[in-house]
């Protein structure tokens, strides 16, 4: 009882031990959500977080995963699967699939067994082990991520104790940078690592071309680069699997490249709770497969112990199903169809109010539909985020960027209206 009250009576006179750690700023993204839920105001719009809403603006549980969570709960109750511990490299039914999803069941790299795979805690996780992996092979190479790129990228393969820089990827009229783009590629050193996004860019909805891919792999080739491609959109940028995996299948078949590819099943599936995504390294030597996958697994035990079980059982039954597999892709396409109307509809409201582009360098609003994928890069500058903010109850990333999937036909005229107003009131970007 002596001991505890000196040490009560000392603990209250002392600082923290931690009294010297400082508070992290707030989450650019996660932090936007954070302040519409607080606000108050009926309504508010949340055009921050990438997660999918119907049109109502309600988030969408699709059908094909309520199947299979029926026919796996049906299973459960039956006893003839449990919920023990997965292995360090995850759930093998799902990991027997997801790498067709993105390289195509004709891949001759998964013909000829020249791909290792892992599953991982979405596409973060997936990035994670990729870094930590490449810091131990490669420690010396330096991490090209495009200007602007997904918030994450950067802390990502920083926190592995890798080297980050940029690369130019857009224009002032929010077109791809493709002559920028190419020649920071090429002043890269050898064994420079390049991260690209397969399909539906993050932050700014601008894609390459098949011809403007085909260039940037030359560079790759040259510079012996590792190449990551970071995959959260996949069928959800146009509807279509294939045609959203034209780059990563391009780089892996046509070229015989070795390549890191990252899965994310958040949005395609819907599964952002869940926290499923893969590691795909593609080997020019299947040899080569069994020791990489031992070093990830190497990666992946100190780090979560072994990945979740549910969400990846869930995409597996999906996939193992013919008939759920299609309604899969019936309902990525109606999320593909309804992002890009939004676009339209956003588009249309902006013209109708007579409302001038964000930028002299812009001739009209139509970048917001030329873009795919969820997000929107408007062009708006933080004094006009600002702005939609406190006076109008809209929030968004300071960078202007909207996600598409809050926009609805309750609330786009409300947004477009905000919008010229902002821009009315605080000035083009360029002033």
């Not at 299609?326 to 249309?348: G, P, Y």
């Not at 004094?383 to 990333?397: F, G």
């Amino acid at each position: 009882a002596d001991l505890r009250s000196t040490l009560v009576t000392t603990n209250s006179k002392k600082m923290s031990r931690w009294s010297h750690v400082t508070e992290a700023p707030p989450d650019p993204i996660l932090g936007v959500s954070v302040a519409f839920k607080a606000d108050t105001d009926a309504s508010k719009v949340n055009l921050g977080i990438g997660a999918y809403r119907d049109e109502n603006g309600k988030p969408w549980v699709l059908g094909c995963v309520k199947e299979a969570d029926k026919m796996i709960d049906a299973e459960l109750q039956a006893g003839k699967i449990d919920l023990e511990y997965l292995p360090v490299q995850g759930y093998q039914p799902f990991l027997d699939l997801t790498s067709e999803v993105i390289l195509g069941k004709e891949s001759k790299a998964l013909k000829e067994k020249r791909v290792a795979v892992v599953q991982s805690l979405s596409g973060t996780g997936a990035l994670r082990v990729a870094a930590e992996f490449i810091k131990m092979y490669a420690p010396n190479t330096v991490v090209y991520c495009s200007d602007p790129t997904w918030g994450n990228h950067f802390t990502i393969f920083g926190k592995a104790g890798l080297e980050t820089r940029k690369y130019r990827y857009l224009t002032k009229k929010m077109t791809l940078d493709i002559d920028g783009l190419l020649e920071d590629l090429k002043a890269a050193p050898e064994g420079a690592t390049f991260v690209l996004h397969t399909v539906a860019h993050n932050p700014s909805g601008v894609d390459p071309t098949q011809d403007q891919w085909k260039e940037i792999s030359k560079v790759a080739i040259a510079k012996k680069a590792i190449c990551i491609f970071d995959t959260a959109y996949q069928g959800y940028a146009s509807g279509n699997l294939d045609k959203d995996a034209w780059s990563v299948r391009y780089f892996a078949d046509e070229l015989g490249l070795e390549i890191m590819v990252t899965q994310s099943y958040s949005k395609n599936f819907g599964l952002y709770g869940e926290r499923i995504g893969a590691l795909n390294i593609v080997t020019s030597d299947a040899s080569t497969v069994p020791k990489i996958r031992s070093q990830l697994n190497g990666i992946i035990r100190p780090m979560i112990s072994n990945p979740q079980l549910h969400g990846a059982r869930l995409v597996a039954t999906v996939l193992n199903d013919a008939k759920l597999t299609k309604q899969w892709n019936e309902e990525l396409k109606i999320m593909s169809d309804r992002i890009v109307t939004m676009r339209t509809s956003l588009r249309d409201a902006l013209v109708k109010l007579g409302c001038q582009p964000p930028s002299t360098v812009f001739p009209d609003w139509n970048h917001i539909v030329d873009q795919i994928g969820m997000f929107a890069f408007t062009g708006l500058q933080a004094k006009h985020v600002d702005i939609l903010t406190t006076k109008h109850h809209i929030y968004c990333t300071k960078n202007g960027r909207f996600s598409m999937a809050g926009v609805n036909p309750g609330n786009v005229e409300k947004i477009a209206a905000a919008m010229k107003d902002a821009l009315d009131t605080a000035g083009p970007s360029d002033s």
